[in-house]
C-alpha cells in the first residue's frame, strides 16, 4: 500500500519555507525522499532510518516518527532550483518500496 | 558510466502490438524494480526482482511479463498493446542490505506511446 502525500501542490514565491508530509498505514522498514523534474528520472534526496531521525541536505531537510509512521521534508528558503514533484518512498523491507502519489512545488521568481 | 540504463528511450507503437523494454544495471545490485508512472505523475509499482526471483507483482495484467536472466538486467515484454499502456517505465535498482538503507537508483524512463 502506497503512502499519502500531503499537500498535493505549493506555490511558493523565492526565499519562502514549505513542508511536505509522508504517512503510512504499515511499519516502515525507512523513507525515501526523491525529487523529479518534468521529463527526468525520480532524483534521490535523502533517506530515514530511524525513529525520530533527522537529515539535512543543504536547506532541505526531513524528520522521520517511527511511532505515527510519518515523515515530513522541509525546504527552507525556497530557491527557483527546487521547482519539480517531490516523492516519498516508504519500505516495508528491502524488496517492496512503494511511492505517494507526489507533491508538485512551484517556486516563483 | 550510466548506473541504470533502459532502452529504448521513446517507443511510439500501435494497439495490439508487443513490445519490450530493457533494463541494465552496473552497480551490483540485487534487487531490481519496475514501474509505471502515468500523465498523473503517480509511480506505481509494477514488479520487483531480487536475485533473479520475482517478489512482487502488482496485480498487473498477465499481458506484461517481466524477465530477469540475471541479477543485472530486468525487461519487461508486454503484449498486445492498450491505450492506457501509454506511460512512462521507470527501471530502478537497490542493493538490499546495506547499513545505509537502501536507495533506489532510477534508469532514464522510457516513454510509451501506445497510438
Known amino acids: 500500500q502506497q503512502p499519502v502525500q500531503s499537500p498535493q501542490a505549493v506555490i511558493l514565491r523565492e526565499g519562502e519555507d514549505a513542508v511536505i508530509n509522508c504517512s503510512s498505514s504499515?511499519?516502515?522498514?525507512?523513507v525515501h525522499w526523491y525529487r523529479q523534474k518534468h521529463g527526468e528520472a525520480p532524483v534521490f534526496l535523502m533517506i530515514l532510518l530511524k525513529g525520530g531521525e533527522q537529515k539535512g541536505h543543504e536547506k532541505i531537510s526531513a524528520s522521520f516518527n517511527e511511532k505515527k509512521q510519518q515523515s515530513s521534508l522541509y525546504l527552507t528558503a525556497s530557491q527557483l532550483s527546487y521547482s519539480g514533484t517531490y516523492f516519498c518512498?516508504?519500505?516495508?523491507?528491502?524488496?517492496?518500496?512503494?511511492f505517494g502519489a507526489g507533491t508538485r512545488l512551484t517556486v516563483k521568481p | 558510466d550510466t548506473a541504470v540504463s533502459q532502452t529504448p528511450k521513446y517507443l511510439v507503437t500501435q494497439m495490439g502490438n508487443d513490445k519490450s523494454i530493457k533494463c541494465e544495471q552496473n552497480?551490483?545490485?540485487?534487487?531490481m524494480y519496475w514501474y509505471k508512472q502515468d500523465s498523473k505523475k503517480f509511480l506505481k509499482i509494477m514488479f520487483s526482482y531480487n536475485n533473479k526471483e520475482l517478489i512482487i507483482n502488482e496485480t498487473v495484467p498477465n499481458r506484461f511479463s517481466p524477465k530477469s536472466p540475471d541479477k543485472a538486467h530486468l525487461n519487461l515484454h508486454i503484449n498486445s498493446l492498450e491505450l492506457g499502456d501509454s506511460a512512462v517505465y521507470f527501471c530502478?535498482?537497490?542493493?538490499?542490505?546495506?547499513?545505509?538503507?537502501?536507495?533506489?537508483?532510477f534508469g532514464e524512463g522510457s516513454w510509451l506511446t501506445v497510438v
Open positions: 504499515k511499519a516502515l522498514y525507512s
Open positions: 518512498g516508504t519500505a516495508i523491507n528491502n524488496n517492496d518500496m512503494r
Open positions: 552497480l551490483g545490485h540485487d534487487t
Open positions: 530502478a535498482s537497490t542493493a538490499t542490505g546495506e547499513i545505509s538503507g537502501n536507495t533506489i537508483y
